[in-house]
């Protein structure tokens, strides 16, 4: 049998981070979750409540504590960076940084984009921007995750991965109102602002970016790594997947030259190559599978 390890997940107590908690305590693994306190973790992993924000907090909460791995699923910024880099570097094995597909945001580019294509050794890291400002964190989040890639990957000597995970979809809890956002307009038959260049884009679905993390947890591989399910999907593919599932409604598409659209829609081309982690024997499935079934398990029975 294997042997438990000792894992720290920092935040990601909600969606996909909650699902990752719930395989690491099925595998039997000691699970400790670190956050301010918001929310318990599931029943089974240690509570540890601190500022990551905070050096002082941070360093405290854990005491001599030491992990097999850590698992950052709230690290934005390159000053959260330095701070984990400090306290942990020593006491952990591994160090799993959940990054994201918006490091690619100035990637314009046909062909699939590769992890090479955003070198973290060459991202210039500045501390003194206005990291702590709410809204400037919003605007910049890919900036912000840029960098913190970048903190890590200055060390050689501190063994990170960086899972850049894909647009996620599916699950009854998602939060961000995305899904809900073209259902609402599919009902009304109000208009679905679009670029006039609309480019598809890589998703992949909430419990497979769960299995992904769980998996990458035990691997020994570092540096940056694209998470997305097989395939690119439009626009027009989600909002047909979402009409399909409503009774009633009236998909309208209006093109814009200028001015705010619609989530899932973008001005460029940046969708994600797997192919590394495919290569590192991760099984990917096909976005056009699951699609449907994200789609039921987010709206629910419609009321219409």
Known sequence: MRQAREILVIGGNRYFGKRLIARLLAAGDRVTVLNRGSSAPPPGAVHLVADRNDEKSLTAALGSRTFDAVVDQVCYTPRQAEIARRVLTGRTRRY??????????????????????????????????????????????????????????????????????????GGDDDFTGRMAHYASRIRSGAPIAVPVANHPATYIHVEEIADFLFWAVGQDFTGPVNAASHGLLTTEELCDAIAAHLPHGETVFQRVEV??????????????????????????THARQWLPEAVAETLGKDDD
């Open 96 to 169: 799993v940084l959940t990054s994201t597909v918006e490091v690619y945001e100035y990637e314009d580019s046909i062909a699939p984009v590769r992890e090479p294509d955003v070198d973290a050794l060459n991202v210039a890291v500045d501390l003194e921007l206005p990291w702590d400002e709410q809204e400037f964190l919003d605007t910049h989040y890919g900036e912000g995750k840029r960098q913190a890639e970048a903190v890590f990957a200055a060390d050689p000597d501190f063994p990170y991965a960086a899972v850049r995970v894909a647009h996620v979809l």
């Open 259 to 284: 001015g705010e659209v619609s989530p899932f829609s973008f001005t460029r081309a940046y969708g994600m190559d797997n192919s590394r982690a495919t290569r590192l024997g991760f099984r990917f």
